[in-house]
């Protein structure tokens, strides 16, 4: 059928021609009047009929009718939302090695829709679709693979993966595959390769690439981290509305990186990201706290505190500790400031960084980031970066003759490591060479 689902000349005689191969018996036309239906291609979109039409072809044994049933009953549309008659329809569909039902069953097992919550089943049924061919689930499995999210990390797996995928026609994943190919963890590295494949992207339209690019070139992946290359791209995938990249170019401007400091127009990027996400709220409470301005810092973080990352709880309990600006007692303002201190130790360390180096932090956030790091820098299994940490933190609260102690046995603990790193180009001894001049370490790496 060319130039549309139904016939490019008369799509009504192709639905009837189809609705009568559907009744003498054909399922595969039964699933295609259905999907008509569903789309609303060539034909006035209806669900109802849509799910009636499924309905006969899965009476007729048709697997993708199993699987498109399956999704209205997931998502209750032309039927009454139904999870066990979805969660069956996609085991049926499973079955019949449908490459499209295990990637819609795992993601009910992990949202935990109709099931209890299972990651491992829900990644061995992403790796069976992908394995299939489904597109969406090489891209998933590709990601997970790459993140080691519910998976061992498998660089040489993802790639594979997302390159089928890619193949395809999946930009995403054409995205994820350059960004391995210049990870400096993959064994078949080619960093180059990778930036001329998002290069390729970027400069057809392409904006997630755009903000890859900024990424790749501010955190080195290109070679040195080269702020002003990273602050171009930025500019391009912001100006596409990718909130990320606004809010790391409020970041650029809030660090001095790869532009002249300039806490307004950090938070001029900083407000246009959190339009779009919260990702960037405690950042730009900080600058609003810089400001002066208590009253506005407040209400932007008071707007959800139960979802709440631990350090934007912190922020705030100080804010409500400190100022006469938020409707809850002292005990209750204490908690949201001593909110890190229930992490483990990586996500505390990730705490203590923040505030031990954001540009608008002052003695008192490098005394708490210390009491956050310190009690597990002694340990025999201590990373080098959490004493790097602590050596920022002593620098932010004052105590410069410990900042330098502590970062030379960082620097000692890195070399003795032999780690490939984000700071593997220098930053530990210019991080030494600025506390021996006497300064707190003000930037982001």
Known sequence: MRNGLLGERQPELGLKWLKRAAEQGDGDSANSV??????????QRDLLQAAAWYE????????????NLGLLYLAGEGVKQDYAKARDLFERATAASSPYAPCNLGEMYLAGQGVAKDEKRAVALFTKSADLGNMVCQVHMGERLAEGIGIEIDLKQAYLYLDRAAQQGSTHAKVVSAMILMSPDYAERDAERGRRLLEDLANAGDAESEFRLGFAYEVGRLGRRDAVSARKWYERAAAHGISDAQGELGMFYAYGMGVNRDFDAAANWLEKATA??????????????HRGDFKRAADLLGKNVDGMSSLGKHVYGRLCLEQMVCSMNRAQAQALFDAPLLLEPNKKNNVAWFLAVFPTADSADGVYAARLIEPYTAKRDASWKWVGTLAAAYARSGDIPRAITTQKRANEMQRAANKQSASSDGAPEAMLQTYQTGKPWELPY
């Open 56 to 67: 006969r072809g899965v009476s007729l044994g048709q697997i993708d009718a199993m699987n």
């Open 34 to 43: 259905g999907f008509a239906y569903q789309q609303g291609k060539d034909v």
């Open 276 to 289: 779009g996400t919260e990702d960037y709220n405690v950042e730009l409470a900080r600058l609003y706290m």
